[in-house]
């Protein structure tokens, strides 16, 4: 198997890097300047300059893009339509890092975490944003994506433990109440799904037990 990892040299990119080799998978990082990442293989291009020659060789493309400035905040859709293009009628899977601010909170999907009173308020632009791509990732018939959800206290330093509870468009609590998962963890479950490639078209969502 050969993977591509989109914004490697990100917090999360890094990890995922790390984890896929680290199972002896072939992974490649592409990054903007210098790897920083565990990749053997670098593509040093701008996600936007990016062709469909550059990823055509992948049988998974992960796209671990974020972005948190107000200017910069339209770029989760524009990027993940560019992403989409460049893999659509193809064989090549696109798994994608998401974000918890969509996840539902009531079993007829009329309710998101966004949405309560006690959301923060600073991070509600960054939910509705990535919201906002993943409805237009919904519509895409043309591609093999999948979208994972952290839980929403996703912790940066937190522990690998190697255990997690994989659900699916609701907030999930684990045998502790909490809905938390650390940056490792959520790389494991994420790899676990480039392997395994059983939730297609679909969004999941990810807490350590």
């Not at 601010?101 to 079993?107: A, D, E, H, K, R």
């Not at 509600?124 to 919904?138: H, T």
């Not at 952290?150 to 690998?160: I, K, L, T, V």
């Amino acid at each position: 198997m050969k993977i591509a990892v989109i914004c490697a040299n990100g917090k999360v990119g890094k990890l995922l890097v790390k984890e896929a080799a680290a199972r002896g998978i072939d992974v490649t990082a592409v990054v903007r300047g210098e790897n920083q990442s565990a990749a053997s293989h670098v593509i040093r291009k701008d996600l936007f300059h990016l062709t469909p020659s550059d990823l055509e060789d992948f049988d998974v493309v992960i796209d671990a893009f974020g972005t948190w400035t107000p200017e910069t905040l339209p770029q989760h859709s524009t990027s993940l339509k560019h992403l989409c293009d460049l893999v659509k009628d193809r064989e090549t899977r696109l798994l994608v890092v998401g974000g918890a601010g969509s996840l539902y909170t009531n079993p007829e999907h009329t309710m998101q975490v966004m949405d309560k009173a006690d959301f923060p308020e600073i991070f509600r632009p960054l939910a509705s944003s990535m919201g906002q791509a993943l409805d237009e990732l919904r519509t895409r018939t043309d591609v093999k994506w999948t979208y994972l959800s952290p839980a929403g206290d996703f912790q940066p330093e937190g522990p690998r433990t190697g255990k997690y509870i994989l659900s699916g468009e609701e907030l999930t609590l684990n045998s502790r109440g909490e809905s938390v998962i650390s940056y490792a963890d959520y790389a494991i479950a994420m790899i676990d799904e480039a392997l395994n490639g059983i939730h297609i078209q679909q969004r999941i969502s990810v807490v350590t037990e």
